[in-house]
T-cell receptor
Framework: GAVVSQHPSRVICKSGTSVKIECRSLDFQATTMFWYRQFPKQSLMLMATSNEGSKATYEQGVEKDKFLINHASLTLSTLTVTSAHPEDSSFYIC???????????FGSGTRLTVV | AQKVTQAQTEISVVEKEDVTLDCVYETRDTTYYLFWYKQPPSGELVFLIRRNSFDEQNEISGRYSWNFQKSTSSFNFTITASQVVDSAVYFCALRMYNTDKLIFGTGTRLQVFP
């Protein structure tokens, strides 16, 4: 079935550095990718929607300059957390419409810890 | 506005008990989709079910069953004879027909003790 491969699964970085998270659709084309952030014991909050070949759409309150999203091809979307701070520590999950599960295929998530 | 409410933050049961997780949604649209996902401690989201607004038939899949009631805007999920492996956070989600965005509820953490 459809798979979205998300890497890395876990990353620890120092404050001030940037971290890139990749999501690849392995056997289907993802023209759209949703990026979520999940704080501990909280729900998934949609951060932005990336579309292949165009600018991402950010949800209210999400800093576009801090969370850079690129959707370079029909199979790859990336989220770069720039100048990371400890408050950016969270679980980030991507999701693409399409695939076997009646419309959504989720990546396995990236646990980011900023120290 | 669209909204999903999962009033139960956390539920604890003993193995073999039945447990129902509540989900209430709000939307003015007549066409929409409802989902349930399971999130085990590892973090990945596991799809459980999708139901569209025109299909009010209840569904049973093994120990899982879902009760969709448009009259009360509810889409409740019951686990029969719960097992320790059912311990996870369960999310209910809503999608409008004219968008791909999913609106998640706040989730219910289910703990099943042996």
């Amino acid at each position: 079935g459809a798979v979205v491969s998300q890497h890395p699964s876990r990353v620890i970085c120092k404050s001030g550095t940037s971290v890139k998270i990749e999501c690849r659709s392995l056997d289907f084309q993802a023209t759209t990718m949703f990026w979520y952030r999940q704080f501990p014991k909280q729900s998934l909050m949609l951060m932005a929607t990336s579309n292949e070949g165009s600018k991402a759409t950010y949800e209210q309150g999400v800093e576009k300059d801090k969370f850079l999203i690129n959707h370079a091809s029909l199979t790859l979307s990336t989220l770069t957390v720039t100048s990371a701070h400890p408050e950016d520590s969270s679980f980030y999950i991507c999701s693409a419409p399409g695939g076997a599960n009646y419309g959504y295929t989720f990546g396995s998530g990236t646990r980011l810890t900023v120290v | 506005a669209q909204k999903v409410t999962q009033a139960q933050t956390e539920i604890s049961v003993v193995e073999k008990e039945d447990v129902t997780l509540d989900c209430v949604y709000e939307t003015r649209d007549t066409t929409y989709y409802l989902f349930w996902y399971k999130q085990p401690p590892s973090g990945e989201l596991v799809f459980l079910i999708r139901r569209n607004s025109f299909d009010e038939q209840n569904e049973i899949s093994g120990r899982y069953s879902w009760n969709f009631q448009k009259s009360t805007s509810s889409f409740n999920f019951t686990i029969t004879a719960s097992q320790v492996v059912d311990s996870a956070v369960y999310f209910c989600a809503l999608r409008m027909y004219n968008t791909d965005k999913l609106i998640f509820g706040t989730g219910t953490r289910l703990q099943v003790f042996p």
